[in-house]
């Protein structure tokens, strides 16, 4: 083919992977299928980069970025006709500023990589979620990953300053701003934060880092009702003055499942209360922090606002704490499960659950539906089976979950994107007017359609 | 005029001021002269809203928003044939949820008020700024505003969470969203802030708020060097654990002058530091914090990173504190003068400043340029004075300021935006190809060029 031959002049022969050297490649970390594309292409640096887009642009082939494949929502799918490009060559980390709390990095670092190169300057990256080994700092823009820091940090977005992006014709955007404060224009970078790869082909970017923490407290907490639940949150979040930094809520079956064999932990409290919370504050100074964070559970518990707690006291007692909330596989062992990311107004959370149960028990006699996530930020996962994993199942799990969204202002997705996936619910969050306004971004920033094509609308 | 009369049967008489009504108003709160335009349009909601534009836009009539006309970069200026839209009647707080820490309010709000609402249910917005009373929240999403909490809560942009914006064509986008997480589909709400408002009209805003901190604790220090300021910097951000909350920096000539007569505040240290650093944290026990804060302090000195310290023991320390920080009208008793709100990394400043000296030194034999700022943001504000204040004059001194800024990847607006007044320089801090998409934007999303035409750039 012409122009694969055309980019290879471009990038070399170690710059493109075709035939098996693709098929070979998994399509996702969690899907067993191959990559289907007409090749892999791995630029080396943005200008190959941007040579290799303007050519796709001319001749209208559609590219779809690729980062560490651990997307959620099918946003790194390939089709045959369609060409991969991977960052994986744009791998470099440039710079690290220790006092303006910056570092300069290619899109194709992976996040626990970046996250290391902050620890050793006694910095932190803000940004964190499961997949650290694998995912990138591309995919992390690209999406707007979230994570279990959010409610201190906020999103990917946050902690993004500046950044370099390719345009669909082959023009390179460079906008590698450090500092906290500009409004020099518009703020261009918000075009390729969290859009999916669709307006541009982001290369380099400058995060912004953090002074590490000195202290951490742990705590998982037994809660008798949900508005105990939205109490202790704001107790404990008003308590910490700005350290609350996760709000983690497990429901009584998530809990259960997970302090029972054959899962492997052990259940710190009793089981039976309907709601868990695990809570974590970072701060400055690990006494004064630990004495003023059980302080405060005091309080809450003469309060009556929380039933029981368990504090810990070492990091081995932390990881413990982390692996009951992180063990959802278990819920993966009693048949095909479907795993859902929405996010919904706190004060909403409860009616939500008891329609979607509702919702649920109405088409099945038996079910799954178990409930988790990180509350503060209003995000909840769902993991539900129905018994079989064919598509209308899926179909009728997805209205059960989605439908009502709508009339409480929910979004289909909270941190996961939209990708494929979520294409057809996308209406559900978002009015017409708002997805036109999507497609004319599109249109003007991508006229030929090329980049990441048939993500997140049509 | 046909247009307003179409306009005034829209939004009836109260809705539309023209002659006297509009001239007798002045263009801005630092501006004597009276507004020109055609007429001042006061819709009471965003459908009166929407229909005027659509009107607009039919008509290539250029509409010019207006909130509390506190901008300081000649954002809101209007031309004899423009119209001014006012968003004085879309003043009302229509919610507030204490669980999720949201307010949802009209864009014509005052900062003051939103602030007063938050904090009479133990909240806080975290967006504050000098002009609070006058200012609007519309006005603040416009032009992202800054002011003294951004090292600790980010810039306005962080405060968003969900608007309503009318565009161009009448078209209203209703993108209310609630919640911290929100990734189904593009981030729209980011088209209207800090686009001075020229892509949409923002009408309404969903702004995050926070838990009101209890503890605050404040104090000036005296320093040797700029090295020392960044060394101080580090130790009492990683100190405070995410609790810094301001961190203003006053250079010597700037604290000698608002601390000596006919100012009236003293000098709580000595004058003849080079440095002078106002450092707050906010947190969660007055007691705690205020040890912890006073060892932090105890430790730089020792270290000998700062040479001597005053710390705030009551509100009214406090206050007289930040009063000298906010004394800037001193340095306007000499002459003209004009300030200027610059950022650039903090590495690069020092050197910056030499250079700005330099160049002031080239050009006029006395001159004033006395420095100031949020330094933890990378944000300097430059009060500077050459004896006249003639367009020369003024030219002169912007190149002086704004050309060293282009080597260091610096931004002619840290925090006012661009406006009118710094149209011209735009270039300095942003390549053709970011001004090439701007323009794309603009001309998608308003192709008649009636929204706030021949702000930011041409």
């Known amino acids: 083919m012409q122009i ?9 022969t170690k710059g493109i992977l075709t035939g098996n050297d693709v098929a070979n490649r998994k399509a996702g970390i969690w899907i067993d299928e191959g990559i289907k594309a007409k090749a892999i292409v791995r630029p080396k640096n943005t200008e190959e ?21 651990t997307g959620l929502a099918e946003g790194a799918i390939t089709l045959e006709g369609q060409i991969a490009i991977s960052t994986e060559r744009l791998n470099e980390i440039e710079t ?23 620890e050793e300057n006694n910095l932190m990256l803000a940004v964190d979620l499961g997949a650290r080994g694998s995912c990138t700092i591309g995919g992390n823009i690209s999406t ?63 995060l912004r880092l953090r002074e590490k923490p000195k202290s951490t407290n742990t705590a998982l907490l037994a809660v008798n009702s949900f508005t105990q639940v939205t109490q202790f949150l704001k107790h404990i979040d008003r308590g910490l003055g700005g350290n609350l930094s996760a709000f983690e809520v497990m429901w009584e079956d998530f809990y259960k499942q997970v302090t029972t064999e054959p899962a492997l ?28 964070f059980e ?4 309080e809450a518990l003469n309060l009556e606002i929380i039933e029981d707690a368990v504090v810990s006291k070492s990091d081995s007692d932390r990881s413990n704490l982390w692996a009951i909330r992180d063990d959802v596989e278990q819920h993966y062992q009693d048949g095909p499960v479907k795993m859902f990311d929405v996010s919904m107004p706190i004060l909403s959370m409860e009616k939500y659950i008891t329609d979607v149960h509702e919702k649920f028990s109405e088409n099945w006699e038996t079910y799954k539906c178990v409930v988790f996530g990180h509350l503060a930020d209003g995000n909840l996962h769902v993991v539900s089976g129905v018994g079989s994993d064919d598509d209308e199942s899926i179909r009728k799990m997805e209205s059960c979950i989605y439908d009502p969204l709508k009339s409480i202002g929910g979004a289909v997705s909270a941190e996961h994107g939209i990708g494929l996936e979520k294409k057809d619910y996308l209406g559900i969050s978002r009015t017409e007017i708002e997805i036109d306004i999507m497609r004319t971004l599109k249109k003007s920033l991508d006229p030929n359609n090329i980049l990441n094509p048939g993500k997140v609308f049509d």
Chains 1, 2 share one sequence.
């Open 4 to 12: 694969l031959k055309d980019i290879e002049a471009i990038v070399g």
């Open 49 to 69: 980069l941007s040579k290799v887009l303007k050519i796709c642009n001319e001749k209208k082939q559609p590219v779809v970025p690729h980062g560490g494949l």
């Open 96 to 118: 690290i500023d220790t006092v303006g709390r910056t570092i300069t990095l290619g899109a194709g670092v992976q996040l626990e990589k970046a996250q290391n190169k902050a």
């Open 144 to 206: 707007n990953a979230g994570g279990n820091m959010v409610v201190k940090y906020g999103m990917t977005r946050d902690s993004v300053l500046g950044l370099e992006a390719v345009l669909a014709d082959g023009r390179i955007v460079t906008s590698l701003n450090e500092m906290l404060k500009n409004n020099s224009g518009y703020d261009l970078k918000q075009l390729f934060i969290g859009t999916e790869g669709t307006l541009g082909f982001v290369t380099r970017a400058v």
């Open 265 to 292: 932990n052990s259940p710190p409290l009793s089981q039976g209360f309907p709601y868990y919370v695990l809570v974590e504050s970072t701060g400055s100074n690990q006494q004064k922090d630990s004495e003023h």
């Open 295 to 298: 302080e405060l559970l005091e």
